[in-house]
């Protein structure tokens, strides 16, 4: 049983921060990648940010300079830094993470419940 556990979203002005984290527990042995994506009302889910364990990172063209992805591989977390927010960055923000946990398969694909950010004047 493995559950990705999201905090950090709400409402902030254009130009304001947030701090998303995300937190992975359960039967874990290795937490490969992990990322952020986003969905908005009538758009496709999007990959915002992906980060491996070695700490490679990409993002999105659209959130480069403003957003930082980062990882504690010895707590299973990832955050994710938004700066400079506009308001199409607003939308329902996922984490995903890939993750053995000893069974048959390698490796799921888990995502968490999603958190809303709202970024409106």
């Known amino acids: 049983q493995v559950q990705l556990v999201e905090s950090g979203g709400g409402l902030v002005q254009p130009g304001g921060s947030l701090r998303l984290s995300c937190a992975a527990s359960?039967?874990?042995?290795?937490?490969?990648?992990m990322a952020w994506y986003r969905q908005a009302p009538g758009k496709e889910r999007e990959l915002v940010a992906r980060?491996?364990?070695?700490?490679?990172?990409v993002y999105v063209d659209s959130v480069k300079g403003r957003f930082t992805i980062s990882r504690d591989n010895a707590k299973n977390t990832v955050s994710l830094q938004m700066n400079s927010l506009k308001p199409e960055d607003t939308a329902v923000y996922y984490c995903?993470?890939?993750?053995?946990?000893?069974?048959?398969?390698?490796?799921?694909?888990?995502w968490g419940q999603g958190t809303q950010v709202t970024v409106s004047s």
């Open positions: 995903n993470a890939k993750i053995s946990t000893g069974g048959v398969i390698s490796s799921w694909n888990y």
């Open positions: 359960g039967n874990i042995l290795i937490v490969y990648d």
């Open positions: 980060i491996a364990r070695s700490g490679t990172t």
